[in-house]
């Protein structure tokens, strides 16, 4: 082992190691603040349960009722007029509000045209672009406590559009 891998090796120890002694050596009680964290911690993921289970009966709502299927088959006329191939209907569809919906679709988009093809290359820019929106924005104002969101989940779906196609347009300059 060379002398960088040494210090990777020891960096976790070495930390741990140090946090033990600043809470042995400290002058505050670290057991009572550490407590009192993972208090607040718990406290704070019990308060987003509710929210957490809206979401999923949702998005499991949409996807086993084919509104989906139907809604990426009314989309795919604009979408090719855009530019967004119409092979990324279902997990555009399915990005804002679930991500494990999306990764299932992108991994059957790979599967299904391969992970050399263009519209495998424009999912995989948008897969590492963006995130789920309806999700965030749900925990983040369920966790805060924001009752007044009203331009919140607009802007945050226009930005998503505006990414989408321009992940694709680059994909169109980049894709070989």
Do not use: H, W
């Not at 090796?9 to 930390?15: E, F, G, L, N, R």
């Not at 929210?51 to 006329?77: C, H, Q, Y």
């Not at 059957?108 to 263009?118: C, P, R, V």
């Amino acid at each position: 082992m060379d002398l960088i891998e040494k210090i990777a090796a020891m960096s976790v120890p070495a930390v741990l190691g140090i946090a033990a002694l600043i809470l042995i050596f400290g002058r505050k009680n670290g057991f009572e603040s550490f407590r009192k964290g993972a208090r607040e911690g718990l406290d704070c993921a019990i308060g987003l349960v509710p929210t957490l289970v809206a979401i999923i009966v949702g998005v499991k709502m949409l996807t086993s009722s084919g509104v989906l299927d139907f809604a990426g088959r009314l989309l795919e006329p604009l979408t090719t007029l855009l530019g967004v191939p119409s092979e990324l209907l279902t997990l555009l569809i399915t990005r804002p509000f679930s991500g494990s919906a999306s990764m299932a679709a992108y991994s059957e988009l790979m599967t299904q045209y391969g992970a050399d093809s263009f519209p495998s290359f424009c999912a995989a820019v948008i897969m590492g672009s963006s995130d789920t929106i309806v999700y965030i924005l749900g925990i983040y104002f369920s966790s805060v406590g924001v009752n007044r969101s009203r331009y919140a989940f607009p802007c945050a779906f226009a930005v998503m559009l505006f990414c989408i196609f321009f992940a694709c347009f680059l994909s169109r300059i980049f894709y070989a």
